[in-house]
């Protein structure tokens, strides 16, 4: 069976709205991400990565004792019938030569998240919020979460502030050492995509997965996989990433990589996002070196093939525009699309151009159209800013019955 899964989610609030996640949004909470994925995304398994907090571990056992949480016997919870949850905690670590990245750990049950928390409290200032410094490295983070039955996943790897090839080492079998050989998968994050990945060969016996890292409810889902599976639970979903059984990674589904906040260069003075060849080693505009390397810039200068090498159980990697970066789809056409069409998978990928037009009018159908055909044009993101889908008349667009 085919499994609809986004596996980095955060949380923004816990208990009685409690900060986890502090640039996440207070809505962000366990119960209401099972819901919005329930609901409105059409995911049918979600990995929560901050659940090692102890805030939030209260949540979920709350959760659990009122029922509206199910364990399963394959690991992770069930919501309602309807969404298998994934408990999760992401963790920052930092290298010897003082490079800092950040690793997305999963756990079967609440007994072995709660044994990965009662550790972490020994490393992390303060264990109840998300993402946090343990000032282990990442090979030291890793046997904890093994010996805590769980699986690690290098998140966001090739981002240039906090991750391993953004910010540690041009491999990660340095970093890892023997532990490389007992990671299954890696995440690339919204700047790059598996056509990059595929350029490095120690990433081509590893599973790809693309993730939301979802900061709000909307942004859930704007990346995501498609994973065969039996059954959506942990034990299948490590399966899936380990290839076993007929379980693989069927397929990524991802931003175009030009919409991520990192993809190219930027330019720390005179915020020019680079243009040119890359790597481009300075600002293109004013020649400074003040800049923030940009994701494709990184993956050229440490690439091993100048064309992407993908091997055979590489799955397909297919772009995709979420709603809220089309132009013209604000919250009153969001809403009015999810409620004709019951969930975002379904507009993206399924509902026609005439049945879009009658909800929203023909120009912002055209518009999804085009997103979904890649026929968009994009100016790509750079610095901690988003790039965008960009198109001459969008301040014409109007929504039907909206003055």
């Known amino acids: ?26 809505d962000l909470t366990f119960a209401n991400i099972a819901k919005e994925a329930a609901e409105r995304k059409g995911i049918d398994v979600v990995g929560i990565i901050d659940c090692a ?12 004792d009122t029922g509206e949480m199910l ?3 394959g690991g992770g919870l069930r919501y309602r019938e309807a969404v298998t949850v994934i408990l999760g905690s992401e963790v920052e670590t930092r290298e010897p030569g003082g490079g800092m990245s950040h690793h997305c750990s999963y756990f079967p049950d609440i007994r072995a998240l709660k044994a990965f928390s009662a550790i972490m409290e020994q490393y992390i200032t303060n264990v109840n919020l998300s993402s946090q410094a343990c ?6 983070l890793f046997r904890i979460a093994e010996g805590c039955e769980g699986v690690m996943v290098p998140a966001h790897c ?7 090839y953004g910010a540690c080492v041009e491999r990660m079998a340095k970093m890892f050492g023997d532990a490389w050989e007992r990671i299954p998968a890696i995440e690339l994050g919204l700047s790059a ?11 081509s016996d590893k599973s790809l997965l693309s993730n939301s890292d979802a900061h709000s409810l909307p942004k859930i889902g704007r990346e995501y996989n498609i994973l065969q599976m039996e059954q959506a639970s942990f034990a299948e ?3 899936a990433l380990w290839r076993q059984d007929g379980r693989r990674v069927e397929a990524n589904f991802g931003l175009d990589p030009r919409l991520g906040k990192y993809h190219r260069t930027y330019c720390e003075d005179c ?22 390397r940009g994701v494709l810039d990184r993956i050229v200068q440490i690439a091993d093939y100048a064309e992407p090498h993908p091997p055979e159980h590489r799955g397909p990697y297919q772009y995709q525009v979420p709603l809220q970066f089309v132009p013209g789809v604000g919250s009153v056409a969001l809403n009015r699309l999810i409620n004709r069409f019951g969930s975002e998978m379904a507009v993206l990928h399924q509902a026609t151009r005439a049945e879009i037009g009658q909800a929203v009018g023909e120009k912002v159908a055209d518009l999804i159209i085009a997103a979904r055909e890649g026929a968009l044009r994009l100016q790509a993101g750079g610095g901690g800013r988003y790039g965008r889908a960009v198109t001459k008349d969008t301040s014409q667009i109007r929504l039907p019955g909206i003055s």
């Open 71 to 73: 364990p399963l016997d």
């Open 1 to 26: 069976m085919l499994f609809v899964c986004d596996m980095h989610i955060h949380i923004g609030s816990a208990g009685n709205r409690q900060a986890v996640k502090v640039t996440a949004s207070k």
């Open 158 to 164: 090739f981002t240039p502030h906090k991750s391993p």
């Open 271 to 292: 915020g020019h996002i680079a243009l040119g060849e890359p790597p481009v080693p300075a600002c293109e505009r004013c020649n400074s070196t003040n800049i923030t």
């Open 193 to 203: 995509d598996a056509f990059l990945a595929d350029r490095i060969q120690e990433l």
């Open 135 to 140: 000032g282990l490295s990442a090979a030291e």
């Open 53 to 64: 907090s102890p805030r939030v571990i209260a949540d979920i056992e709350e959760m659990i």
């Open 237 to 239: 979903f490590a399966k």
